[in-house]
């Protein structure tokens, strides 16, 4: 199984809505990563997961709380959002160390109303 | 800072036709990495570049990199409309990977 699985697909949230992003992977990697991406630029890294504890926060707004309840999954908690934080958020695993060769969801589209 | 520039950022080109989209990185890396981007998709890792001179191949795409010159090139060789695509490269750096802009690339039929 080299999936990794991203639940929703899709989402619309209102500004003062709280709602949380699922991924999933079973390939016993144990770095696991948030990416944003707007349209027609590359993904941008928000965290970094490794052996389930937060090693990287590229000094992301609070409103966006990510979480690693065990080696396979990763989560991340969204809470009063404003419309610029429409993107594509991908979550990507990797062996630890193994940062480019990272395995990537497809994505949950997120539309801030 | 490490900065990873692509070009060209725009490619449109016939069927049939090669070209060359370049990759450069402002510091010194050994592993170098290229995906692929369908619109409203997610990343596909295509190539795997990790020391220097490296040269990978899949069918009608040739990466390679020298990582003196701090280059990387992603060839393609008679271009088919399938491959249509945003190809970004990138280079990891403190359990980082920092992308290039991606080079979208249009072929005509």
Not at chain 1, 56 to 70: A, H, L, Q, T
Not at chain 2, 18 to 40: E, F, K, V
């Amino acid at each position: 199984d080299t999936e990794v699985t991203q639940t929703p697909k899709h989402l619309v949230m209102g500004m003062t809505n709280k709602k949380s992003l699922k991924c999933e992977q079973h390939m016993g990697h144990r770095a696991m990563y948030w990416y944003k991406q707007k349209a027609k630029k590359p993904p941008e890294l928000m965290f970094v997961y490794s052996y389930e504890k937060l090693s990287i926060n590229e000094s992301v707004p609070s409103r966006f709380s990510p979480e690693c309840p065990n080696s396979s999954l990763l989560n991340l908690h969204l809470h009063a959002l404003q419309p610029e934080d429409s993107a594509l958020y991908l979550c990507a695993s990797s062996q630890v160390n193994w940062v480019g060769e990272a395995f990537f969801g497809q994505g949950t589209r997120l539309t801030v109303v | 800072e490490l900065k990873v520039e692509q070009n060209p950022l725009f490619l449109s080109m016939q069927e049939g036709k090669n070209y060359t989209i370049y990759c450069n990185y402002s510091t010194t890396s050994d592993r170098l990495y290229w995906y692929r981007q369908d619109p409203g998709k997610s990343l596909e890792s295509l190539f795997v570049l990790l020391s220097n001179g490296a040269v990978k191949q899949e069918g009608r795409l040739m990466a390679s990199l020298d990582t003196k010159a701090r280059l990387s090139t992603l060839h393609i060789t008679a271009a088919v409309h399938d491959l249509s695509a945003t190809y970004f490269c990138a280079v990891d750096r403190d359990d980082k990977i920092i992308f290039g802009k991606g080079t979208r690339l249009h072929i005509l039929p």
